[in-house]
């Protein structure tokens, strides 16, 4: 029987909510415009059933009323997504610089999740225009999660303006894994 790494991404969901999957509780949130997410490690392959139960009473915890003057509507407001994730995953990047006349020094500080049930290496990398950025041979221990950063310089860079907005767009990769 096969198996998949399943994460379920709610984007927003008014006020409180209940997430089931095969009549298994997995999961609860609360609060309407706040994105959360839930695992599903080694869920066999197949139809399954998804029950999100909602509750949009309005009291103050969820919507002070008596000094709002808006309607707040209930239920699943935002899209929900559902991701196939491999053994080692990019759980979340983050991206700082400092600058330096016409360079940026950067931090990319990545964090890898495993869900494997074995230790592993992977390689990750990172580039952007002229800056390219990689550590390979990064271990990672079954069920955890390692946080890494990899450092660089882009020289010459374009200051963002309101007249000539400049983006740079930054890829991340998770590369070969080995056991």
């Not at 239920?75 to 600058?99: C, T």
């Not at 890898?112 to 950025?133: I, M, N, P, R």
């Amino acid at each position: 029987m096969q198996e998949a790494n399943i994460r379920l991404v709610f984007e927003g969901i008014l006020h409180h909510a209940d997430v089931y999957v095969d009549r298994q509780h997995i999961g609860y949130h609360f609060g309407g415009f706040t994105q959360f997410s839930l695992l599903l490690p080694q869920l066999a392959q197949g139809k399954h059933d998804l029950v999100i139960r909602v509750d949009n009473t309005m009291d103050w915890q969820t919507l002070p009323t008596d000094i709002a003057d808006w309607h707040s509507y209930g239920g699943i407001i935002r899209s929900v997504e559902l991701q196939e994730l491999p053994d080692v995953y990019i759980d979340s990047m983050k991206i700082d610089y400092q600058m330096k006349d016409v360079s940026a020094d950067i931090q990319l500080q990545i964090e890898l999740h495993s869900l494997s049930k074995g230790d592993c290496q992977v390689e990750v990398s990172a580039f952007t225009e002229e800056l390219s950025l990689s550590a390979s041979h990064v271990q990672v221990a079954a069920g955890q999660t390692v946080s890494l950063t990899l450092q660089g310089s882009l020289k010459k860079i374009r200051r963002w303006d309101v007249g000539g907005p400049a983006l740079y767009t930054f890829t991340f990769k998770r590369g070969k894994m080995t056991s």
